[in-house]
Nanobody, 124 residues
Framework: VQLQASGGGLVQAGGSLRLSCAAS????????MGWFRQAPGKEREFVAD????????SYADSVKDRFTISRDNAENTVYLQMNSLKSEDTAVYYC??????????????????WGKGTQVTVSS
């Protein structure tokens, strides 16, 4: 599966953005999809994921209650609605598919398929 994220940009603190990730391939609806982010000088971190059906989601504590992940399997697209944005949300955001490593206890997360990132900048 090939992934392409879009929707990033510059927004003021407290504002909102919606990221989209378009996937190619007929097997999109078989995969768990996820969003990750990497801020300058920091390691990549998990943001959210969603099950193949969309019925189960999980979030990093830092974005819980502010971000919402969703998917449209008919359109082969996954979304990340980001509200109440903070300066610390500034990062390159990546969409990904199909868990390779999932270890909340160690903080190790990785997926098999990755798209190019989209920059989100939140000004304070």
């Amino acid at each position: 599966v090939q992934l392409q994220a879009s929707g990033g940009g510059l927004v003021q603190a407290g504002g909102s953005l919606r990221l989209s990730c378009a996937a190619s391939g007929r097997t999109f609806n078989r995969y768990v999809m996820g969003w990750f982010r990497q801020a300058p000088g920091k390691e990549r971190e998990f943001v959210a994921d969603i099950s193949w059906s969309g019925g189960s989601t999980s979030y990093a504590d830092s974005v819980k209650d502010r971000f919402t992940i969703s998917r449209d399997n008919a359109e082969n697209t996954v979304y990340l609605q980001m509200n109440s944005l903070k300066s610390e949300d500034t990062a390159v955001y990546y969409c990904a598919a199909d868990w390779k490593t999932y270890s909340p206890s160690t903080g190790a997360y990785d997926m098999n398929y990755w798209g190019k990132g989209t920059q989100v900048t939140v000004s304070s």
